[in-house]
């Protein structure tokens, strides 16, 4: 008995020696370089079999994964579609007849009314402030757009309607008190830009409004923007125009 226990011992393999640092160090590294064998069975992976390159659970992985994106897109992409299609579909520019060639004087406004939305009614008319261009006063670029000059009543600063004030020379917005001078600039309260105007165009006996666009101070011509959104300087790289809205 005394000899197994000590036949035990001798067998029994000697403790394991603790790694020092330096073992560490000397330890061989990978070579991360060293081609390795597509196949998983040379690359010693549980489960291998002959002549497989990627593990089941790799491939059933990945099959979950790529059916779970195509359903996903399946149902998200129509959705976005719809929601930011409309951003960028152009309506067709629209042209309308408000008077007579001879109906407009070149010192005064006149009021016109003029479908914006058709289809729509009432709500999307708008009233637009007509005058022949007058070169005394006018600095607009001339072109076959500038023989009238027609003048947005929407208030450049949250949308109010404006109205020409013909004993003050003025355009008021009753709103908060948005002043714009005879061109249409500001020149007090908070808007912060002038009014937007409108192309207009010779058809004969007839003059015709046609597409919105917004100006800056300086009555530039953008393509246009919104209510609130300034044109000077980086305001008009940090307001630009909606897809929809196109440039004539
Ligand atoms: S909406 Fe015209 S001043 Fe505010």
């Not at 249409?184 to 207009?200: N, Q, W």
Request: with cysteine.
């Amino acid at each position: 008995m005394k000899r197994s226990r000590r036949c035990a011992q001798a067998l029994r393999p000697p403790p394991a020696r603790a790694e020092t640092s330096l073992d560490i160090l000397l330890r061989p590294v990978a070579d991360k370089h060293a081609k390795t064998s597509k196949y998983t069975a040379d690359r010693n992976m549980p489960g291998a079999v002959e002549g497989e390159t990627i593990t089941r659970r790799r491939f059933m992985t990945g099959t979950a994964h790529t059916a779970g994106a195509i359903a996903a897109g399946a149902f998200t992409l129509p959705a976005l579609g719809f929601a930011i299609g409309p951003i960028f579909k152009q309506a067709p520019h629209r042209w309308e007849t408000v008077g007579k060639v001879d109906s407009f004087s070149e010192f005064n406004y006149t009021a016109v009314v003029m479908t914006l939305t058709p289809g729509i009614g009432e709500a999307g008319k708008t009233t637009v402030y007509m005058r022949k261009f007058n070169p005394a006063i006018d600095t607009d670029p001339s072109d076959r757009y500038t023989k009238f000059i027609a003048i947005s009543s929407r208030c450049a600063h949250v949308g109010c309607p404006v109205r020409w004030v013909d004993a003050a020379e003025r355009f008021i917005c009753p709103c908060h008190g948005g002043v714009y001078d005879l061109l249409g600039r500001r020149v007090g309260g908070p808007p912060p830009r002038p009014l937007d105007r409108f192309y207009t165009r010779v058809v004969g006996e007839d003059v015709q409004v046609g597409p919105r666009y917004s100006v800056n101070s300086e009555l530039q011509r953008f393509s246009p923007r919104d209510p609130g959104e300034p044109l000077d300087g980086i305001g008009q790289y940090l307001y630009p125009s909606r897809p929809s809205e196109r440039k004539l």
